[in-house]
């Protein structure tokens, strides 16, 4: 439960080890540049259990790297908790949309806001397509895309 004053916010993907956890990185990254992460509860989850337990994907960390930011991440499916605990939930795309919709129907009095990340792009990218099946120039551009939608949601929630 994130403490009084505080907000919260989950990245949501398929299988929370290429686009969630690169959105959660910089989002962290944001937020501490701007000396708030005290008032930020942030992590990233899984609709899918395919990935659990496992770090993020070498493509991704090896974009974040490249851009100076760090992931300390093990996947994790969302929780009927998450539901209830954090004030945002931004998700990738259409099919996260679908499986969070099928969790948050067993969920009584649900706090989060189901948003898609892409709603927040300047560039009006609201899709951010899957990078696994692709090759690294796909996660430099889930990263560039996760950098404008952050940027932007930090602006509008604070």
Known sequence: MAAEGMRSVLSVCLGNICRSP????VFRKLVAKE?????????PAATSTYEIGNPPDYR????MTKNGIT??????????????????????????????????????????????????????QL??????????????TVYEQCVRCCKAFLEKSH
């Open 22 to 25: 690169i959105a959660e990185a």
């Open 35 to 43: 000396n708030i992460s005290d008032k930020w509860r942030i992590d």
């Open 60 to 63: 991704g960390q090896i974009c």
């Open 71 to 124: 992931m300390n991440h093990i996947a994790r499916q969302i929780t009927k908790e998450d539901f209830l605990t954090f004030d945002y939930i931004l998700r990738m795309d259409e099919s996260n949309l679908r499986d969070l919709n099928r969790k948050v129907n067993q969920v009584k009095n649900c706090k989060a806001k189901i948003e898609l990340l892409g709603s927040y792009d300047p560039q009006k």
């Open 127 to 140: 899709i951010i397509e899957d990078s696994y099946y692709g090759n690294d120039s796909d996660f430099e």
